[in-house]
């Protein structure tokens, strides 16, 4: 549970952007999203290859 204290006389939407900020950082929406689909493990490695080659290229190409 986050739990965001609040001082007296704080402004209640300094509060709620403390809020925000710690439900984005425990990343539970991404999580939700990707269980929303279910990805087959060769499908997961073939992705990861794929970015893996582009940063490769990126660095590749800052080289130059």
Sequence with gaps: MI??????GENI?????K???KFDKTG???ELRRRQQFDKP???????????R???SLHAHDDK
Aim: hydrophobic share 45%; proline share 3%; no cysteine.
């Design 42 to 52: 060769s499908e997961l490695k073939r992705v990861k290859m794929a970015h893996a």
């Design 28 to 30: 539970v929406v991404k």
């Design 19 to 21: 809020f925000k900020r």
């Design 3 to 8: 739990i965001v204290p609040v001082k007296e």
């Design 13 to 17: 939407e300094r509060a709620i952007k």
């Design 54 to 56: 582009y940063v490769q």
